[in-house]
């Protein structure tokens, strides 16, 4: 164990407290609800602080920790922890209102279609759309090639636009099932991959 | 390891559809994370770091 009063213990800390509003944020979005989310963060936290022998310092410590995260959450949905439900709790912003829908889009609305995409693509799109990481630090996240990461941000971009533009995006209460479904049929594929 | 010009490469066929529709909710997806980022820190994660601190 490192000795938690050199710099290097002390600024791991620091730099690990630094990035909690990020895997709370992430883990959001890859898992939809709140309460699920933050254990899920708890979990990281504890995994990385065990790892943090292996961190190098100046390095990205939100990348190495989003990759402890998305590691963890593969596991936890192989082992069925996490149903896609979403938190209705979540402020109902709106988002958009685009001419000739029934209503205007919530950020709700967004984050349930969000969970309705295949986790790897769910994960690419958080990754560069929502967390601003370029394709190359998101492939090194995901442990994929970068034009693969290209390819499921594009694939996902185009299922959300789908979505917006035929006015099918999954409205409150009613696709947490489907989401469910859509992510589990997917996981194998994630799981070989 | 920034490519900011990697952004702009979407190369994919049906990335030509998603570009017309993307400031509408591309934001929105940005917003999710910020919100997030923006809450309030709940004390549970302090109190975890604080005890795997003392424990080392």
Redesign the interface.
Known sequence: MPDPSSPNAASFKRELTGVIPHLRAFARGLCGRADLADDLVQETLLKAWAAQERFEPGTSMRAWTFVILRNAYLTDMRRNRFRADYDETVAERILTAPPGQEGPIHLSDMHRALLTLPAERREALLLVGAGGFSYEEAAEICGCAVGTIKSRVGRARATLSGMIETGSLPRRSTSDAVAHVAIMQELDQVSQG | ????K??N????S??H??K???P????????????????P??D???D??SK??SK?
């Open positions: 390891m920034t490519d900011k990697a952004k490469l979407v190369s994919h049906s990335a559809a998603a017309q529709v993307k509408d909710w591309a934001n929105g997806l940005r917003q999710l994370y910020d919100n997030v980022v923006a809450e820190l709940p549970a994660f302090a975890l770091l795997l601190d080392t």
